[in-house]
């Protein structure tokens, strides 16, 4: 690390966020949070596989009103992961690039995700 | 680079484009592969989740019992953990900055990944299997 008093660039406090910077800091927030609830699905499975008793157990923990609120959070992180990651891919075929698509698709990506995990579960909701 | 006698760069360097961190696209690219995977894989098992989650434990059981159903959930197994790890190493590299404490996360996350990735699959054999 520098050891001498050098000018520093503003940091992120001075700047009006832009969108594709929030959609940036979202994509690893959300990585990073689909990464804890990985462990919540996979406790889930060793549930399933252990049997009905066990089962019932954990069912009845993750369909609590906290159980809910954090698989919804989960529903929306991996839907903002998804789109915001189909983003990504379309930079890596080199397209997208330009301030306007940019900043278009990264409202997209906030909007779409928020729209598809309600919709997801007014369905889960309604098929039973 | 104008002066190609200058470069200290050798063409067997060039050759094999593995660069500084010495594996060249390989990390970039499985992130982009399994990426690429886990669009449907990641869909398909949303859908079956948010369906399982309102039945009973005998629905579960049944749906794993279908061999189709069992591949897609292990591909998914194995696509969201070897994801995973390469993302968490990302973030580790990125701001763990002491060199004792950085390997120490990546190591704890690789291991992390085969243990609860080994467990998250065998449950899912366990279910198809029905023992």
Do not use: C
Request: aromatic share 12%.
């Amino acid at each position: 690390m520098a050891n001498v008093e050098r000018p520093l660039s503003p940091h992120l406090q001075v700047y009006r966020w832009p969108v594709t910077m929030a959609s940036s800091i979202l994509h690893r927030a959300t990585g990073v949070g689909l990464g804890i609830g990985t462990l919540l699905l996979t406790w889930w499975l060793v549930a399933a596989a252990a049997g009905p008793e066990y089962y019932a157990y954990v069912q009845m923990v993750l369909g609590s009103w906290l159980g809910r609120l954090v698989l919804f959070g989960f529903t929306w992180a991996l839907f903002y992961h998804l789109l915001n990651g189909i983003r990504h891919l379309a930079w890596d075929a080199g397209y997208g690039y330009s301030l306007p698509v940019a900043n278009r698709s990264a409202w997209l990506a906030i909007v779409g995700s928020v729209v598809l995990a309600v919709l997801a579960w007014i369905i889960a909701y309604a098929w039973k | 680079m104008s002066n190609p006698t200058k470069t200290m760069r050798t063409p067997l360097k060039k050759v094999r484009g593995l660069g500084a961190a010495k594996d060249g696209v390989q990390h970039w690219w499985i992130q982009r592969v399994t990426a690429l995977a886990l669009i449907p894989l990641a869909l398909i098992m949303l859908v079956a989740l948010l369906k399982l989650a309102t039945g009973d434990h005998a629905a579960v059981a049944a749906a794993f019992r279908h061999p189709v159903f069992a591949i897609v959930a292990l591909l998914a197994v194995l696509a969201v953990f070897w994801h995973f790890k390469l993302g968490a190493q990302v973030v580790i590299e990125d701001y763990v900055h002491s060199e004792g404490l950085k390997m120490a996360s990546l190591l704890g996350v690789t291991f992390a990944v085969f243990v609860v990735g080994g467990i998250a699959a065998l449950s899912v054999l366990k279910l198809f299997l029905g023992v």
